[in-house]
Structure formats: structure tokens, C-alpha cells
């Protein structure tokens, strides 16, 4: 079992920066993959970035590629989302889920995920 909460969203003016961080509870955080995903309004939830446990493999959304980072700290049980050159585009619901998978790639798909955090909001204004 693991419980997920997400915080560091705020609203930020277009080509800003934010740092998103999950804190995971739970012993095992350490053989979950970890996975950033995004709502908007009226949208369905997407994948944004994620971290697979086992090979360190990163992987992104092609629209947040190069500008985003996925991280995480096993020693802190947490997982961040670097966020640079935002864009309007990039304004939604944030949030973290855990996927207790055993591949070496992370997946992007949402029902993957075993256990999600209740979301952080990121507005990203013109």
C-alpha cells in the first residue's frame, strides 16, 4: 500500500519554472514505478512523465520532453516534476501515481497505475 500526496502547483506566468513534489508513504516506494500525469478541464487525464524502478528509465510525453524532469529520491520516499518553460498548454490537475510494476520500461498508460494522489493545481498564465 501506498499513499500519495502531491504539492507545489501553483499559477506561474508563461516561460516560468515550478518544482512539483510527491511524498509517498508506504516500505516498499522503492519498487514502484513512479509517474507525473496531468487533467484540464474537460480532458481526459494524460501522461506526462514517468520512472521505472528497476532500469532508471525516464520517459515523456512528447509535448513536455526536454522540458520537464522526472525525478525521484528512494531515501525521502518522494518524486518530483521539474517544470521549465511553461506553457498555457501545461495548465491542469497534477498528479502522482504509483504502479507496482515489473518491466524495465515505465508505462504511460493510466490504468496501470495502482495508486494516484489527490492532484496539485498548476496554472500557467499568458
Same mark, same amino acid.
Given at each position: 500500500? @501506498?499513499?500519495? +500526496?502531491?504539492?507545489? =502547483?501553483? !499559477?506561474? &506566468? ?14 516498499? %516506494?522503492?519498487? /514502484?514505478? !513512479? ?11 494524460? %501522461?506526462?512523465?514517468?520512472? #521505472?524502478?528497476?532500469?532508471? %528509465? ?7 520532453? =526536454?522540458? %520537464?524532469?522526472?525525478?525521484?529520491? #528512494?531515501?525521502? #520516499?518522494?518524486?518530483?516534476?521539474? !517544470? #521549465? ?7 491542469? @490537475? /497534477? /498528479? ?5 510494476? +515489473? =518491466?524495465? @520500461?515505465?508505462?504511460?498508460? @493510466? ?7 489527490? =492532484?496539485? &493545481?498548476?496554472?500557467?498564465? /499568458?
Amino acid at each position: 500500500q @501506498v499513499q500519495l +500526496v502531491e504539492s507545489g =502547483g501553483r !499559477m506561474v &506566468q508563461t516561460g516560468g519554472s515550478l518544482r512539483l513534489s510527491c511524498a509517498a508513504s508506504g516500505r516498499t %516506494f522503492s519498487v /514502484y514505478d !513512479m509517474g507525473w500525469f496531468r487533467q484540464a478541464p474537460g480532458k481526459e487525464r494524460e %501522461f506526462v512523465a514517468a520512472h #521505472n524502478w528497476i532500469s532508471g %528509465f525516464t520517459y515523456y510525453a512528447e509535448s513536455v520532453k =526536454g522540458r %520537464f524532469t522526472i525525478s525521484r529520491d #528512494n531515501a525521502k #520516499n518522494a518524486v518530483y516534476l521539474q !517544470m #521549465n518553460s511553461l506553457k498555457p498548454e501545461d495548465t491542469g @490537475v /497534477y /498528479y502522482c501515481a504509483a504502479d507496482r510494476a +515489473v =518491466g524495465r @520500461v515505465p508505462s504511460r498508460l @493510466v490504468d496501470e497505475y495502482d495508486y494516484w494522489g489527490q =492532484g496539485t &493545481q498548476v496554472t500557467v498564465s /499568458y
